[in-house]
């Protein structure tokens, strides 16, 4: 069964323009690292300047194999992180695709 990653981001008041900066730069670290393909996309609505990452993986066994790769990227620096102040809130979800 498909399932769908969001990762949303909420940048702080007068920041929407380093964050978007800083999510195209952490996707595009993603991409190259892991060969993901991960779509970028602005709420309309809600919370200003709101961002969600989205990808879809096989199942759930191939999401927390990336996850895994993913988490290690952070820790040793490949995959960039935001500066402190930067992002007001960061929420992930998983879906399953009907």
């Known amino acids: 069964m498909t399932v769908v990653f969001t990762r949303t981001v909420t940048p702080n ?3 929407l323009s380093a964050t978007l900066k ?12 892991y060969g993901l393909k991960i779509s970028l996309n602005a709420r309309f609505g809600g919370p200003a300047g709101q961002l969600i990452m989205v990808s879809y993986h ?4 191939a999401l927390a194999k990336v996850r895994r790769k ?5 820790i040793s620096g490949k995959i ?3 500066k402190p ?13 009907l």
């Open 13 to 15: 008041s007068g920041h």
């Open 22 to 33: 800083f999510v195209r730069k952490r996707i595009a670290a993603l991409e190259k690292a």
């Open 58 to 61: 096989k199942d759930m066994a």
């Open 70 to 74: 993913v988490m290690k990227g952070v």
């Open 80 to 82: 960039p992180q935001p």
């Open 85 to 97: 102040g930067l992002v007001k809130e960061v929420e992930d979800a998983v879906w399953t695709r």
